[in-house]
């Protein structure tokens, strides 16, 4: 498929949050888990059901939604068994701090994978935030939330890490209303790169990241709307030990909605795109590959409060129905050289990866009764069912795979709340339906204060 075609789907779904993931340095190298014909059914029926994702960003509240108040103190974790030797992990914790009337200082720890790599990330933040409303509260006073409206705000933002040609700095401006918001960051990456790496390395061309994310409240609160590019620029990085030159480009756009469609009814919808393009060129034929991957996610989620079977023996005020989701597609081609090697060898091996998806998700919360009133006890069953279409092909070893699969899960596990729904628990076990093995279990838990 086209890249042209993925961005106009895109312009016509709704999308998934800012990308976080600027260069890391770990693109130059393969990826160093492989995807299965499951893993992306794994990660769907692990993903947070949508009360919990906006509990993150506080949007039962229309006056502390996302781009107007995410959660300021607060620790996020997702970890669920992909493999008997893998584990699919997921976490966030923030830390946003007023220290003065102007000043807000923020510091988030990022753990997370995407089609590169798996990994962590230790970032600051300073905003300094100006012409706010005369009516908006002392940013003092704002302990533990973000502060609304802002106004005009710009700072800094950095990556910490103990190897300086690691190190990040980044710029921030934007603004932020009652209900319009924008904000544009420039992340200078590896600043110290050139004079400060170890291994003789050096960028031609810098690598340089520009984000831009906008955010719209409409309805009376009750509709958000939200989109975001992400553009990491053409990079060329030299490693003169591994006699290597590697170049480097990706971009990532979408747009999202969440929507209050009525007290109890709660929708969103999300869809991502991506472009990337990778090339090596070394001496040594067997590390010549060249990667281009195309690539299209869509979300989108429904929950509908109903009344609780079990009347008032249930500690939660209702049940609720599940709906979801979820469509992938990813295409990796990666090439080698074709130069002659002793033995017959034609160099590094040609890979075509390619996979289209789409599943459906329905469930039911029946609240149960408590042990104690400071928590809520949830009984979760849910489903999800769909279809894998595949191919493989690795004509090095041999390999030409070809299929489309029915895949199918089924999931129990136990919801707990606590403090005031300021904190929630998830515990889970599932079944593989299409293969009839166990299809892994996994835990979410959510701090916020």
Not at 191 to 198: G, I, L, M, S, V
Not at 199 to 210: K, M, N
Not at 220 to 225: A, R
């Amino acid at each position: 498929m086209r890249t042209s075609t993925y961005f106009f789907l895109a312009t016509l779904l709704f999308a998934a949050p800012a990308a976080r993931g600027e260069f890391r340095g770990d693109e130059v190298r393969p990826r160093s888990f492989d995807y299965n014909d499951e893993y992306f059914l794994n990660v769907f029926s692990y993903r947070q059901r949508l009360t919990h994702r906006w509990a993150w960003g506080n949007a039962a509240s229309p006056r502390w939604r996302w781009f107007w108040g995410d959660t300021a103190l607060g620790y996020d974790v997702t970890a669920g068994s992909l493999r008997s030797d893998e584990l699919y992990l997921r976490q966030q914790a923030i830390v946003r701090l007023p220290w003065s009337n102007h000043v807000t200082g923020e510091y988030r720890f990022v753990e997370d994978e995407d089609y590169d790599s798996r990994y962590r990330r230790n970032e600051v933040e300073v905003l300094v935030r100006l012409f706010r409303p005369a009516y908006a509260l002392p940013l003092l006073d704002t302990l533990g939330r973000t502060p609304l409206p802002d106004g005009l705000f710009f700072g800094g933002q950095g990556l910490l890490d103990a190897e300086k040609e690691h190190a990040d700095i980044g710029w921030v401006l934007g603004w932020r209303g009652e209900w319009l918001g924008l904000r544009l960051d420039l992340v200078q990456v590896d600043y110290w790169y050139n004079q400060k790496n170890k291994v003789g390395g050096e960028y031609e061309r810098e690598p340089l990241t520009f984000r831009a994310k906008a955010g719209a409240l409409l309805l009376e609160g009750d509709l958000e709307l939200l989109a975001w590019f992400q553009d990491d620029l053409p990079t060329t990085l030299r490693l003169p030990q591994d006699s290597l030159t590697f170049r480097y480009r990706k971009q990532e756009a979408g747009v999202a909605a969440r929507w209050q469609v009525s007290p109890g009814v709660r929708a969103d919808v999300q869809a991502a795109v991506e472009r990337t393009r990778k090339r090596r060129r070394s001496p040594d034929p067997l590390a010549n590959d060249d990667l281009d991957r195309e690539a299209l996610q869509v979300f989108a989620a429904a929950e509908v409060d109903v009344a609780p079977l079990l009347g008032e023996r249930s500690s939660r005020p209702n049940d609720v129905v599940l709906f979801g989701l979820h469509g992938h597609v990813l295409d990796e081609e990666t090439a080698g050289l074709a130069v002659g090697l002793p033995g017959g060898s034609t160099g590094a091996p040609d890979v075509t990866h390619r996979r289209g998806e789409v599943y459906a998700e329905v469930g039911y919360v029946l609240g149960l009764p408590t042990f104690n009133d400071d928590y809520q006890l949830g009984l979760r069953a849910q489903t999800q069912n769909g279809f894998l279409s595949l191919r493989d092909v690795r004509p090095d070893e041999g390999k030409h795979t070809v299929s489309q699969r029915f895949l199918s899960k089924i999931g129990l596990g136990l919801e707990l709340l606590f403090r005031d729904g300021l904190g929630s628990a998830f515990f889970q076990f599932t079944f593989r339906v299409d293969r009839a093995t166990f299809g892994g279990g996994n835990a979410q838990v959510m701090m916020r204060f």
